[in-house]
């Protein structure tokens, strides 16, 4: 019952910044916790970041804790990725999840996925 879309990939060099947004649809948002996790090629998925139905709390994968910020507007049903200092490991498919549950970085716990956006981080 909830569709989410994520925009704003793209390629950067390292050191740069970038932006994703995921649209989400057809629930009250505020009833969702957020997240982000994201796959590299050939590898597994990987916690990013997630945000609690209030905004107030939040956590980070330890790969991106201090360069990378998660934040909602519930009033826009939208969920933001602000990634600054950027790596060429950061090079990966993002993809915004949605949990009718508490807060977590565990994938299990997130019963809705978008279809991804890619960044590439050039060197």
């Known amino acids: 019952q909830v569709q989410l879309v994520e925009s704003g990939g793209g390629l950067v060099q390292a050191g740069g910044s970038l932006r994703l947004s995921c649209a989400a649809s057809?629930?009250?948002?505020?009833?969702?916790?957020m997240g982000w996790f994201r796959q590299a090629a050939g590898k597994e998925r990987e916690f990013v970041a997630a945000?609690?139905?209030?905004?107030?709390?939040?956590y980070y994968g330890l790969s991106v804790k201090g360069r990378f910020t998660i934040s909602r507007d519930n009033a826009k049903r939208t969920v933001y990725l602000q990634m600054n200092s950027l790596k060429p490991e950061d090079t990966a498919n993002y993809y915004c999840?949605?949990?009718?549950?508490?807060?977590?970085?565990?994938?299990?716990?997130?019963?809705?996925w978008g279809q991804g956006t890619q960044v590439t981080v050039s060197s």
């Open positions: 999840v949605a949990s009718s549950g508490a807060v977590s970085g565990n994938k299990r716990d997130y019963e809705y």
């Open positions: 057809g629930r009250t948002f505020s009833n969702y916790a």
């Open positions: 945000v609690s139905r209030s905004g107030v709390t939040t």
